[in-house]
Structure formats: structure tokens, C-alpha cells
């Protein structure tokens, strides 16, 4: 193996390990825990699993139950087994971006400079050191990008069902995946032709092995756990409405119309917030669905931006796709630089109101909207560059040639 590739993955493990010392002593020593909560939820509900109990005992896990299974020698062995894991999975997403990167023809120098800026970044670190599952996911959807840029296509379709059920938003990659997949119709006009071109057998192979992967899953713990498993797990993401300050612009209107959650009303609102995610994605999909990690990346990037609910965690959904972005990004090394700070900034501005908030006690909700509405601009104005200065694959090969 390259020294330099052993030199970035030996750094990154250095910095995990530093940050779980870390995490130990805070944890037993401060009153402000590094541990997050979701972790102990986690935890709790591998216990009640491995007591032949319901997962969902634990009031507020809602997540598949292949979670809680993963996580079990957290309880059997030892309590930081699941941030080892994750710690395991940001490395193991590390190496996949290298993978992805050559096959898409990037430079090695260039490949481990991009994928560097996801292993070496306190960011998703943090997270998983922190005891959040959010790198599992990368690996999940970074290996099904790997299968289908190989055209292992049952392999991708296999890793794209289990994707979708640990969590619903890799769903909305379907579209371009099933776009890059279909043969464009001809001319002509007989309508049985241009249906086989379109239901080809690549696209038929994907949809009924993923579909399959997603409904056995889906079958087996509503076997097991019943209704708890498809409210918490699904339903509940549907209808969420998350009244605690976040980034998500729609946070503070939720908050003040809390009171109606309950009617139909409140749902049906829930729901209609959906609506720019899927006009968004739908665009996306039909302009950038020849470049699939790209047109993912678009899609994940929107659906955090736009979503009800929208924390520092649900960055990383994005962040790991960014490094398969950025070698093919014509904009400037200052350009890019400040785009990073404008980035920044607009957290900041967004965590002062919410330090004031939540351990001030003092009323800063309004400021923390506007700094929401913000940051949403920001994160637009930040794609609107990305899409303008991004070189399509087909640009880069025509001019290679």
C-alpha cells in the first residue's frame, strides 16, 4: 500500500482514538457529557433485545432494529463497542471514496487529497465518536455508488434495499439510479420497443432485487415487533414534527403551531413540507442524472437543506459524497476556501442565538429562525456555485479525448 495512503489512514485512526480518550475522561469527569444521548438510546434498546424484549421499549428509539442488534455487545462486552464500530465505518468510507475516486478517473494525488478531507475531518470524528450510527450509512450508500459505477448490479441493489431501510432518505436516489439505468427510447414511435428500452433488464434486475432486500427486512420485524416497528421506524419520520430549535427553517413554525399537532391538520402541514424536497429532487434528477454521485449529492444536499428537522449530524449525509464532487469543480482554491467560510459562518451565527437558548434560558427563538433562514440561503447560494462550476463526466471525457 502507498505510504501516503498508510501515513492519512494512520492519522485518522490517531485523531478517533485521541477523541474516545477524550470522550471517556469528559464523561466522567464534566457535567457537559461528549457522549450524545442517542448513543444511550442505542444501548437501551440492544439491552431489551437481548432480554428477547421489543426494541421499542425504549420510548425514543426509532430506528430500524438491525441498529439495536449491531449494536448488543455494547451490553455483552463492553459499553463503547458501538463507537469503535462507527469509529470503523468512517475509515472503512475513507477507503471506498479512494475506490470511487479512480474509477471515475481521478488522479491519485488527487484522490487522497479529496478523500483526506473526509478522514481527516473533526467533523464526522466527532460524530461517531460521539456514539452517532451516521457512518454506517456513508458505508452503505458509498459501497452501493462503488457496485453500480462497476456494474455490479445486484450487489448495488442488495446494499440499496438494506440502505433504505436503516433510513428512508437514501430513497430518493432511486430516481436517478433507475434514470442512469434505462435506455433512452428512439425515434421511433412503437411504444413496445421504447418500453423495453425504458424496462430493461438492468433496471427489472435493480428494482426487484433492492425491492426485495427492503420488503423481507420490512416483513420480518413487522413479524416479530408489530405496529411499534413500522411507526417508529418509518411512520413517525413521515409525520415528525420537531418543535426543539435546529437548523431547518420550518423549525419555528412547527414550534408555534405546536399546539394543533395532534388534528389532522397538523399532519397534513407536516406533510406539505415534503413538497420542495421532492420538486427539487425531481429536477435534479432529470438534469444531472447521467453523473450519478453527483446528482446524489445534489439530492442528499437538498433533502438536509429542506428538511423539517435538520441537526449537524445530518450534514455528514452529504459530506461524504462532497470528496466524489470536488475534483471535477472548476472553481478556484480561494473560491472554494470561502464558500468553506461562508459555510461556517452561517452555523455560528445560528449556534450563538441557540448557546443563549439552551443554557441561558433566554428567549432567542426568533433569532434562531432568522439564523436558520440564513443558513438555508447560504447552503442554496453554496449548491447554486456547485452546480455552475461543476464539469460533468461527459464534458471531461470529450475534452480528455
Not at 120 to 142: D, I, M, W
Not at 181 to 202: C, I
Request: some cysteine; hydrophobic content about 50%; aromatic content about 12%.
Amino acid at each position: 500500500m502507498d505510504v501516503r495512503v498508510c501515513g492519512m489512514f494512520s492519522a485518522a485512526v490517531l485523531i478517533r482514538l485521541v477523541l474516545l480518550c477524550v470522550c471517556v475522561y469528559q464523561d466522567q469527569n464534566l457535567q457537559l457529557k461528549y457522549t450524545d444521548v442517542d448513543y444511550h438510546v442505542f444501548t437501551d434498546a440492544s439491552r431489551f433485545i437481548t432480554q428477547g424484549e421489543s426494541p421499542y421499549r425504549r420510548s425514543t428509539f426509532r430506528y430500524t432494529p438491525v441498529l439495536a442488534l449491531m449494536l448488543t455487545p455494547n451490553v455483552l462486552l463492553m459499553a463503547h463497542f458501538g463507537k469503535l464500530l462507527f469509529c470503523a465505518c468512517d475509515l472503512l468510507s475513507g477507503w471506498l471514496l479512494l475506490r470511487l475516486l479512480a474509477l471515475r478517473g481521478t488522479s491519485r494525488g488527487a484522490a487522497l487529497a479529496c478523500s483526506g478531507l473526509w478522514l481527516l475531518n473533526p467533523l464526522p470524528a466527532g460524530v461517531s465518536t460521539r456514539g452517532n450510527a451516521e457512518s454506517v450509512l456513508a458505508v452503505l450508500v458509498l459501497s452501493t455508488l462503488l457496485c453500480l459505477e462497476s456494474r455490479r448490479l445486484t450487489r448495488a441493489a442488495l446494499l440499496f434495499g438494506l440502505s433504505v431501510h436503516m433510513k428512508i432518505y437514501p430513497l430518493t436516489y432511486a430516481l436517478p439510479i433507475a434514470l442512469s439505468l434505462a435506455e433512452a427510447p428512439t425515434r421511433e414511435r412503437a411504444l413496445v420497443p421504447n418500453l423495453r428500452r425504458l424496462f430493461n433488464r438492468d433496471l427489472l434486475l435493480f428494482a426487484a432485487v433492492s425491492g426485495s432486500v427492503f420488503l423481507a427486512l420490512n416483513g420480518t420485524f413487522y413479524c416479530i415487533y408489530g405496529w411499534d416497528f413500522l411507526q417508529e421506524s418509518y411512520l413517525y419520520h413521515v409525520t415528525r414534527r420537531d418543535i426543539r430549535h435546529n437548523f431547518s427553517p420550518y423549525f419555528y413554525m412547527l414550534y408555534l403551531t405546536a399546539e394543533g399537532s395532534g388534528s389532522g391538520s397538523g399532519s397534513w402541514l407536516a406533510l406539505v413540507l415534503f413538497v420542495p424536497q421532492l420538486l427539487l429532487v425531481l429536477l435534479s434528477s432529470l438534469a444531472f442524472r447521467s453523473d450519478r454521485p453527483f446528482c446524489c449529492f445534489l439530492h442528499t444536499a437538498v433533502f438536509v437543506s429542506f428538511n423539517k428537522v435538520c441537526t449537524s449530524q445530518y450534514f455528514l449525509w452529504y459530506l461524504c459524497l462532497l470528496p466524489l464532487v470536488l475534483p471535477r469543480l472548476t472553481l478556484s482554491r480561494t473560491r472554494g476556501l470561502e464558500l468553506l467560510m461562508l459555510w461556517l459562518v452561517g452555523q455560528a451565527l445560528w449556534l450563538s442565538p441557540a448557546y443563549i437558548l439552551e443554557f441561558e434560558g433566554r428567549n432567542s427563538f426568533t433569532l434562531i429562525w432568522m439564523a436558520g433562514l440564513l443558513f438555508l440561503l447560504i447552503n442554496s447560494f453554496i449548491l447554486g456555485q456547485i452546480i455552475c462550476h461543476y464539469r460533468p463526466v461527459a464534458a471531461q471525457q470529450k475534452k480528455t479525448d
